[in-house]
C-alpha cells in the first residue's frame, strides 16, 4: 500500500557519516529544512524533528532496515 503523498528526502552526511535531512518533497512541494530541532534513535527507526523554510515543524521518521522514508507527523502548522 502506498502513500498518499509520496515523500522523498535529500540528505547530507555529517562528519560522522550519519545522513540527515536536508530537503524533502511531500507530494509535489519541496521543503528546504531551516532546522533539525531534535532527533532521537529507535531500534529500527531514525527520527528527526525539522523545522521546514516554511516555518511548520515536521518529524521525518528514517527506517534504517528499509532505508526508507516517511512523514512521522506534522506538529505545528503555521
Known amino acids: 500500500m502506498s502513500a498518499p503523498f509520496p515523500l522523498r528526502v535529500e540528505c547530507h552526511a555529517g562528519y560522522r557519516g550519519d545522513e540527515e535531512p536536508r530537503a524533502f518533497t511531500l507530494g509535489e512541494r519541496r521543503f ?3 532546522e533539525i530541532i531534535d532527533r532521537w534513535l529507535e531500534p529500527r527507526n ?3 524533528k525539522v523545522r521546514a523554510d516554511d516555518g511548520r515543524t515536521f518529524i521525518l521518521r528514517h527506517d534504517s532496515v528499509a532505508d526508507g ?3 512521522a507527523a506534522l506538529v ?3
Open 32 to 34: 528546504a529544512v531551516e
Open 46 to 48: 531514525r527520527y528527526f
Open 69 to 71: 522514508w516517511d512523514l
Open 76 to 78: 505545528r502548522q503555521v
